[in-house]
């Protein structure tokens, strides 16, 4: 067998770089690249078992239709899918304006399509709907990197890890969510036994065995911890005053609000000692070199964007950002996350790092694009929890769905579910059918995924990669881009008509020129022999950027970064009487999101098979659980039953469920159907990490068929709403059955 070709691999945002053996129909190994800056030759189990999941029974290669939910799906063809879509959205955007329609995409989503996407409806609807599963990961991360230092996009490159004297995680399992990243800190530990690692988790996870200190902070109590450190840090003289004075703004007001905080209270609010957060500010005292990563447990939060500012507070006092080795790195969790941003799919947002709600911004992009003057609305769209919402409501009328699974990632599914019911026209673009969204749509149309397109996506350290196409998509499938492009030219718009990915990219690239993401330079040419690109990277003979603010010139105004002081402030729903527990959810090594990738390896599967709700043994004395029982873990928004695992790494008066399971591997059981949908004021990221629960023990002979309850109500909602369901072509879409039957 042969070599088949590189990509990237689709899962995570460290953004491996796979080499793929074997034939177009069969791929029998896959390999780290050596030379990849990325990876340099490590691979993970998911990258490393992506070969069962390219051609299975399950690939969506036709697009299909239905009149009712009631009915099974028929397939049909591109150009009736298309015109049935088109004639439904011009009826829904006639009677009911621009903001009755939705695109709902995904990190998973190449660079080009998050192009096309926002050109169709922010360009030509005039409507900012357009968000991104992102906001359930980073959304904290962009508002957190914009507001402190002017400009989202990470500062630091991966090549710090080798030169960072401590390294701090916060709120990340790296070594189950990003593990090629994490064997690299570990690598490099053992080769440099002074380097200092330090975690900051709720659970001790596995990314905490590699750690010298682990500091169990309390659920929530992020800030209060940062707060602490910054006190200390400040009272013990480790400021850089010279960093401060020259690159910063608003230090006094930072130093005062510090001053004036409680520590025995900050420390009581974080759940830790005095003398551990001591040991803490001395490792970052004495660091020459200070890296911070962190992840979803910053960001999942109402706070998310102030937990960003209190970390990236800390970076300033210690002057440890803008030189090599040092910085806040958020991690991604997406392989396109990254891409989504600078392309400008969330809601607030326009291509090049650009916002909606600046006029100049505004006019810069209409211009570009051809379009008239106040073309693009000033109006911030929906977010992801927002749409779901709206569709309950009966304001969003139609939603687009693409590579993402919402009916199990979202917060609060049985409101998600409601959102899907009530929708007169539920799209689903995806590779695989089903998964519990396609189950809930009237059209699928089917998407060529990683190895079957040509595509662009940034990982983490804003490495722009090319990868290839390299064997055919299944039946009719097309790349993402593709299948938006020609609906967008079904509607009657101009500037659609693109004859390959390259051409897509190198219209997008000259909108980031001069702008924080400079990525003018990587053209698609220069893209598809260069093996990576860091933006900035302005020129076409501009090497590309491993780092950031090197000069310390950030990205505001005045070029100073700012200190903004940020109090604590407890999680929407705290534990009472009635819900007394605190439910986290996260991932594991094995799987990924809603495992409609993951569950088809079966070597992933056999390692984890299902779900799970990890307890500490005292809690579980107190419920008189054993390892194996069933619990019955309840909300305010639902119940679902799962096998207890008795793990002290957890926390007593609080529980961990991984969130991957859907309705596909036992209805009514997922994570999702517990969490809550509140979400933070400015970055609208949803508090997954943190609702207050009830466990009990499910007795003997209890055990209700998985969801009973909650299904059966789901069901009545279900058929009240499908009875009313009138796709607004549907005389359309009839005439096309009764020509066809
Ligand atoms: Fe893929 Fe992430 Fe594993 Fe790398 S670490 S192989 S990008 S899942």
Redesign the pocket.
Known sequence: MGTLGESI?P??G???R?TLEGTASHVTRIR?VETAAA?LGR??A??AQLGPTIHTADRLAQPQFRLSRHDPFRTTDWDTALTYLAEIFTNILNTHGPEAVAFYGSGQLDTETVYVINKLFKGCFGCNNTDSNSRLCMAAAVAGYRTSLGSDGPPCCYDDIELADVILILGSNMAEA????FDRIRDNKKARPDQRVIVIDPRRTATADIADLHLPVAPGGDIALLNAVGRMLLLMGATNQRFVDQHTEGFEEYRRFLLEQDLAELCATAGLEERSLYRLANFLASAGNLLSFYCMGLNQSTVGMWKNNSLINLHLLTGQIGKPGAGPFSLTGQ?NAMGGREAGLLSHQLPGYRTVEDAEHRRQVEEFWGRRPRSISPKVGLTAVEMFRALEKGQLKAIWIAGTNPAVSLPDLHQVRRGLQRAQLVVVQDAYHPTETTRLADVLLPAAQWGEKEWTSTNSERTISYSPKLWEPPGVALPDWQIIARFAERLGFQGFRYSSAAEVWDEFIPLTSGRPCDMAGATSARLRTAVSLQWPCPTPDHPGSKRRYLDRRFATPSGRALFLPRDHREPREMPDHEFPFVLTTGRLYTH?HTLTRTAKAEKLLRREPAPFVEINPADALRLGLEEGDFVQISSRRGTVQLPARLRSGVAEGMVFVPFHWGDLYGEGNAANYLTISAIGRVAKQPELKFCAINLEKVASGARRVAGQEDRSQLERGQASSLATHQPPAATFLQGVLDATS
């Open positions: 691999c899962y995570c460290v953004g491996c796979l780290g990876n691979i993970c998911k990258g990003h593990p090629v990243l392989p990924w």
